[in-house]
């Protein structure tokens, strides 16, 4: 196998320093397209003039630093956090269970943050109790803790599973079922519901990066920048998984140990995403093909990295797409997203293969 294998382990830059350069390109591109994000919406500001309002000017019109601070610069902040922490989770999936279509959300966590909200929206709506009231006082913060606790209900379950199972084929096929089994109930509670709670419950489905206020970003961003720490920190073992378990244990890699922290690492990043934005789809498996191919790469002290930058910028691009600028629609952003990543996950299907080549080995 050793003979087969070609990821730069000892030394993860190559010659000439094109990829910290490719590095270093992508943060200019994602802080640019962070600004753009302040910049255009139903409202179009001045690049100028957001410029003013970050350093803590005063703009020709005091609305637009309402508009920026109060709406756009969280939701701006929200889409970066989402994007990379998807990004990364993804990677990690698709390493662990070396399959290049894995996902954030191929171990039931979005299923079972699905599972929560839909007990409350759903349940809620149709028993038309005392609850009710609570929902609607408090809206988007009542479906962020039932997602929680749903995801977290099922990191758990997967978490106990992961301490009886050997492989990680058999860990993936268990977190499908978890998924599909929650998909069932939902699908029932659905059927059961008045019609305004399913649109209510559909409306969360689309995803969002637009209802997450300060506060909410002050559990938010923590979270996913402990997640992303932790995949920094699991690179080397990454790297000793992609040429499998096997051979990872022959290193001396203790692999129950690598993957536990491995799925709770990225269970954490997909959770809190979920939790706040809602199952935002595709940036999980489109992202780390489009690194692979752009950085020519499989090592994850190169791709963690650039998960991370490209991620948000597509995040933040999917966003300001999704607001439509110079208009008052806002388009459901999986819709954006799906646009964005199937293209990307065919043409890795049709040019790079579905083996080894789609890991950049």
Same mark, same amino acid.
């Given at each position: 196998?050793?003979?087969?294998?070609?990821?730069?382990?000892?030394?993860?830059? #190559?010659?000439?320093?094109?990829?910290?350069?490719?590095?270093?390109?992508?943060?200019?591109?994602?802080?640019?397209?962070?600004?753009?994000?302040?910049?255009?919406?139903?409202?179009?500001?001045?690049?100028? =003039?957001?410029?003013?309002?970050?350093?803590?000017?005063? #703009?020709?019109?005091?609305?637009?630093?309402?508009?920026?601070?109060?709406?756009?610069?969280?939701?701006?902040?929200?889409?970066?956090?989402?994007?990379?922490?998807?990004?990364?989770?993804?990677? =990690?999936?698709?390493?662990?269970?070396?399959?290049?279509?894995?996902?954030?959300?191929?171990?039931?966590?979005?299923?079972?943050?699905?599972?929560?909200?839909?007990?409350?929206?759903?349940?809620?709506?149709?028993?038309?109790?005392?609850?009710?009231?609570?929902?609607?006082?408090?809206?988007?913060?009542?479906?962020?803790?039932?997602?929680?606790?749903?995801?977290?209900?099922?990191?758990?379950?997967?978490?106990?599973?992961? =301490?009886?199972?050997?492989?990680?084929?058999?860990?993936?096929?268990?977190?499908?079922?978890?998924?599909?089994?929650?998909?069932?109930?939902?699908?029932?509670?659905?059927?059961?519901?008045?019609?305004?709670?399913?649109?209510?419950?559909?409306?969360?489905?689309?995803?969002?990066?637009?209802?997450?206020?300060?506060? =909410?970003?002050?559990?938010?961003?923590?979270?996913?920048?402990?997640?992303?720490?932790?995949?920094?920190?699991?690179?080397?073992?990454?790297?000793?998984?992609?040429?499998?378990?096997?051979?990872?244990?022959?290193?001396?890699?203790?692999?129950?140990?690598?993957?536990?922290?491995?799925?709770?690492?990225?269970?954490?990043?997909?959770?809190?995403?979920?939790?706040?934005?809602?199952?935002?789809?595709?940036?999980?498996?489109?992202?780390?093909?489009?690194?692979?191919?752009?950085?020519?790469?499989?090592?994850?002290?190169?791709?963690?990295?650039?998960?991370?930058?490209?991620?948000?910028?597509?995040?933040?691009?999917?966003?300001?797409?999704?607001?439509?600028?110079?208009?008052?629609?806002?388009?459901?952003?999986?819709?954006?997203?799906?646009?964005?990543?199937?293209?990307?996950?065919?043409?890795?299907?049709?040019?790079?293969?579905?083996?080894?080549?789609?890991?950049?080995?």
């Amino acid at each position: 196998m050793s003979n087969t294998i070609s990821i730069p382990i000892e030394n993860p830059w #190559p010659r000439l320093g094109l990829r910290p350069l490719a590095l270093a390109v992508m943060l200019l591109v994602l802080i640019a397209t962070f600004f753009l994000s302040l910049s255009l919406g139903s409202v179009r500001i001045p690049f100028d =003039q957001v410029l003013t309002i970050m350093l803590g000017g005063t #703009p020709t019109r005091a609305t637009w630093a309402t508009i920026i601070y109060d709406f756009r610069l969280p939701k701006a902040l929200t889409a970066s956090l989402a994007g990379a922490a998807l990004a990364v989770s993804g990677l =990690q999936m698709q390493t662990l269970f070396r399959n290049p279509l894995a996902d954030p959300y191929v171990l039931g966590v979005s299923s079972g943050a699905s599972l929560g909200v839909a007990l409350v929206v759903l349940t809620v709506g149709a028993a038309q109790t005392t609850l009710l009231s609570v929902v609607g006082v408090m809206g988007n913060l009542s479906m962020v803790v039932a997602a929680c606790i749903g995801a977290a209900g099922v990191l758990l379950l997967v978490l106990a599973l992961a =301490q009886h199972v050997q492989s990680s084929v058999t860990l993936l096929i268990l977190g499908l079922m978890i998924g599909y089994l929650t998909s069932a109930i939902v699908s029932l509670l659905l059927y059961f519901s008045i019609a305004e709670r399913i649109h209510a419950y559909i409306a969360w489905s689309f995803g969002s990066f637009g209802g997450v206020t300060w506060n =909410q970003l002050q559990v938010l961003a923590p979270v996913v920048l402990v997640g992303l720490v932790m995949a920094f920190i699991l690179t080397k073992p990454l790297n000793a998984l992609l040429l499998g378990e096997s051979y990872a244990q022959t290193l001396g890699l203790p692999i129950r140990h690598a993957r536990m922290a491995v799925v709770v690492g990225s269970a954490l990043l997909a959770g809190a995403v979920t939790a706040f934005c809602g199952p935002v789809g595709f940036l999980g498996i489109a992202v780390p093909h489009l690194c692979r191919a752009l950085l020519r790469s499989g090592d994850h002290r190169v791709l963690v990295p650039a998960c991370t930058l490209l991620g948000a910028t597509i995040a933040l691009l999917a966003d300001i797409a999704a607001q439509a600028p110079g208009s008052d629609v806002v388009l459901p952003l999986n819709a954006v997203t799906a646009l964005i990543g199937a293209p990307v996950v065919v043409w890795m299907m049709l040019r790079r293969g579905m083996g080894r080549e789609a890991f950049g080995v």
